[in-house]
């Protein structure tokens, strides 16, 4: 029954036939529409150096529009902000953001789902898990959570 079964999944066109079947691909794709800014400034951002004494700034443009290691004069501070991302985008950023174990991150997320009319109720979970994810992965980074703007 099993060679059967791998038979006609193999004459179907085989795992892409089975992606298609269960839609998979869409699913993934969904999850990973990404525009080529945000995936230019995320392998920038991949390939930059890093150290424990990080302080980090990560959010969207109203993060990625100041200069913040000229506004506080220090040389540590790194700026992840990234025009127009959201929660989703910014949990798909968190590895190398987290990477270094930073001294302290300074989170500001949100406004980009609020604008685009999310359900609160799921912005309010994906935010938490940002959360969680930053506090089980960098433990010992100072998080400082920013207040969203009112939109």
Do not use: H
Request: hydrophobic fraction near 35%; charge should be positive.
């Amino acid at each position: 029954m099993i060679l059967v079964c791998g038979y006609v999944i193999f004459t179907k066109g085989g795992i892409e036939y089975l992606k298609a079947k269960f839609n998979i691909q869409s699913k993934i794709q969904l999850k990973q529409n990404y525009s080529p800014y945000y995936k230019a400034k995320k392998s920038i951002f991949e390939i930059m150096p890093n150290d424990t004494s990080e302080i980090i700034f990560f959010g969207s443009s109203i993060t990625m529009d100041c200069d913040w290691n000229e506004l506080f004069k220090k040389n540590n501070i790194k700026n992840r902000g990234l025009s127009g991302d959201k929660i989703e985008g910014m949990t798909n950023r968190l590895s190398e953001v987290i990477e270094c174990q930073p001294k302290i991150i300074f989170l500001e997320a949100g406004v980009n789902d609020l604008q685009q009319k999310r359900a609160l109720k799921q912005i309010l979970n994906d935010y938490e898990q940002l959360v969680i994810s930053i506090r089980e992965k960098s433990p010992q980074t100072i998080l400082y959570i920013q207040s969203i703007l009112p939109t």
